[in-house]
């Protein structure tokens, strides 16, 4: 075989490589999670954040407008605080309440906003000081155990 | 006793200092087959024809392979999610799988197997027959006429099987989930683009099958170079080639892992 046929299946070999990784990137793999929008950041503190992640999303409506840019502790009030990049399209009145969410019963967690009705809108790095912590399972099933506990025992034991 | 006692210590000594001596000797290699590679990018037709031998040609059980490995994952993954009523992220579980691990993994194996030990034995017989000798009588050097244009296709080859690896598998988890149990096309697909992440996914798989690549040409090339001038020396070269190549790839797979994917 002559140089000619080498330099065909070669060239052949690497468009082939080329669209198998087209196809990577553009079918299998979401582009846009590489954030090229551009964003602004604010933050916003919680007592307990449960299981959320840097890079989760951020939803407003069901709608993704932003992903959890970092997390780390308020090391004088002892709160978790979340910085939240938001995308630019997306404005949030100053009252926007943000909360602790999961998807299903067993998914992820991400923050869900909920716009208020001021008139001045959220901009960079201002807080959101309207927040509900993440639902604790552990908590909610021994809150529910003690307060079963609690009105047990007057009708388990009659009185003697 | 004594002499009992030296003989034990000894023999336990001299399997280490011969395995130093070659990792050294492995190592000075990889640095003179890079200090040599500028002929293979001067003359890139040589470069051009290894790729042929050992990309082109090791196509077809790469693309079969791939396509199976991806059916069987969408079988069993199937087979797995429905219990916990969540076959909806099938196709989450079988591109995550291929992207991060077996693409690279398995088409390195398979890479190692089919084209590492075709390189090891053609340079262990260029040896045997004096070849390379008479190369470096013509003052033509064998390490960049003939290593390093090998060295340099398998680098090169190795990342684009393991992307056709992955794509073909993809598909094939496709064609049994999708089509043939009858998964919903559409969250098939798009759970899967929610899930699978182009830098974290499809670029550390495109890194480790890179890493997979440059180990398996070194390994192939050394060995060929260093094999014994003999038909059993050549025919034990290309078993060490694939034992291990297959045993690194595993290695870096679980160090590369371990550094990629620690959970954010």
């Known amino acids: 075989m002559n140089r000619r046929v080498y330099d065909f299946w070669v060239g052949l070999f690497v468009i082939l490589g080329v669209a198998a990784l087209a196809f990577l990137a553009l079918r299998v793999s979401n582009v846009s999670n590489g954030g090229t929008k551009p964003t602004y950041r604010v933050t916003a503190a919680f007592d307990n954040i449960g299981g959320l992640k840097a890079r989760a999303p951020i939803k407003s409506a069901g709608v993704l407008v932003g992903r959890v840019a970092g997390i780390h502790l308020d090391s004088t009030t002892y709160r978790a605080v979340v910085d939240l990049d938001i995308e630019q399209g997306y404005q949030f009145s100053r009252d926007t309440s943000a909360e602790i969410l999961t998807s299903g019963i067993l998914g992820d967690q991400y923050i869900g906003l909920e716009a208020g009705g001021d008139e001045t809108m959220l901009k960079s790095g201002d807080r959101i000081t309207l927040t509900s912590s993440a639902v604790v399972l552990e908590k909610l099933i021994s809150q529910f155990m003690f307060s079963k506990a609690a009105e047990n025992p007057s009708q388990a034991q009659p009185a003697p | ?264």
């Open chain 2, 1 to 264: 006793m004594l002499d009992w006692l030296e003989k034990r210590v000894r023999r336990l000594g001299e399997p280490v200092v011969n395995t130093m001596e070659k990792l050294g000797f492995g190592f000075r290699f990889l640095m003179a087959v890079l200090w040599h590679s500028g002929t293979s990018f001067r003359r890139p037709g040589l470069v051009i024809r290894e790729v042929f031998f050992t990309g082109v040609l090791s196509l077809v059980i790469i693309l079969v392979s791939g396509l199976f490995v991806g059916m069987v994952l969408g079988l069993q993954g199937y087979d797995t999610l429905v219990r916990f009523g969540a076959s909806e992220a099938l196709g989450v579980l079988v591109s995550l799988s291929l992207l991060r691990e077996l693409g690279p993994v398995v088409a390195g194996l398979l890479f190692a197997s089919r084209a590492g030990s075709a390189i090891t034995a053609e340079i262990g017989m260029m040896k045997a027959t004096e070849q390379l000798a008479a190369m470096e009588m013509m003052a033509v050097n064998p390490v960049a006429r003939v290593v390093a244009p090998r060295f340099w296709a398998g680098v090169l080859s190795m990342p684009i099987l393991a992307a056709l690896f992955s794509a073909m598998g993809i598909l094939g988890g496709y064609v049994v989930g999708v089509v043939l149990i009858g998964v919903d096309a559409g969250t098939f697909w798009s759970q899967m683009q929610a899930q699978v992440d182009l830098f974290n996914d499809v670029g550390n798989g495109l890194v480790k099958s890179v890493v997979f690549g440059v180990a398996v040409s070194i390994i192939a090339v050394f060995e060929g170079f260093d094999a014994p001038p003999t038909a059993e020396g050549v025919s034990g070269a290309t078993t060490r080639t694939v034992v291990t190549s297959s045993l690194v790839i595993l290695g870096l797979d679980f160090i590369l892992t371990a550094f990629m994917f620690r959970g954010i």
